[in-house]
């Protein structure tokens, strides 16, 4: 189903449209297996994007990309690669990867640093308005200052790549995952490597 369900993907950005709904949700699976991927009610065209300004309002926030939540000004395939990478997780670890506390923006924030990390600052200043680098810093410094706060209690999540393993995900099926949840969209795995991913996806 994770190799129906990229190279579904993958001839959705070849005619240079964004899917930015992608979640288990819509992902149908008939009585043969066939994955199909639906509701392409959110979908645009990729020079759409290019041309102007799209709503950051878009994908179920459990599979909402870093640059969604922090409200970058513009956004490309990467927003569905991310979403990608969530849904293919869910079939090793059964349930949600990236659920949030609370669900709002700030928590799911809070979510997919503490479980990814931070990206540099550089990108963000260069990415996000003024306004959400602000929010951001002021989420992550509260964040912080909880973590270092000895009289907090502390609930500490199994990182990522051991929850899958431990779920029966090899070494190769970890690294794709984790090669599509990068918090710097700049090195998620983009179209030009998805035929290496498409070979790594024998391990699934």
Do not use: N, P
């Given at each position: 189903m994770a190799y129906q369900l990229l190279l579904g993907l993958c001839s959705i950005h070849h005619n240079k449209i964004m899917h930015r709904d992608l979640a288990l949700k819509n992902i149908l699976v008939d009585e043969d297996s066939n994955a199909y991927i639906a509701d392409l009610?959110?979908?645009?065209?990729?020079?759409?994007?290019?041309?102007?300004?799209?709503?950051?309002?878009?994908?179920?926030?459990?599979?909402?990309?870093?640059?969604?939540?922090?409200?970058?000004?513009?956004?490309?395939?990467?927003?569905?690669?991310?979403?990608?990478?969530?849904?293919?997780?869910?079939?090793f670890v059964r349930h949600r990867l990236l659920e949030p506390r609370l669900r709002d923006t700030p928590s799911q924030l809070v979510r997919t640093v503490q479980s990814l990390g931070k990206p540099d600052d550089e990108l963000i200043t260069k990415h996000a308005s003024e306004s959400a680098a602000t929010f951001y810093h002021g989420i992550i410094?509260?964040?912080?200052?909880?973590a270092a706060d000895k009289n907090v209690p502390k609930c500490f999540d199994c990182p990522i790549p051991v929850q899958l393993a431990a779920h029966g995900a090899s070494a190769a099926a970890v690294d794709l995952i984790m090669g599509l949840l990068q918090v710097d969209f700049r090195k998620r795995l983009t179209a030009e490597e998805r035929k290496t991913a498409y070979g790594r996806l024998s391990v699934l």
């Open positions: 009610g959110l979908a645009r065209a990729h020079q759409t994007a290019e041309s102007r300004v799209l709503t950051l309002d878009v994908v179920t926030l459990e599979y909402r990309s870093f640059e969604l939540l922090l409200c970058y000004k513009k956004y490309s395939y990467a927003v569905d690669m991310w979403s990608c990478g969530c849904i293919i997780a869910e079939m410094r509260r964040f912080e200052a909880l």
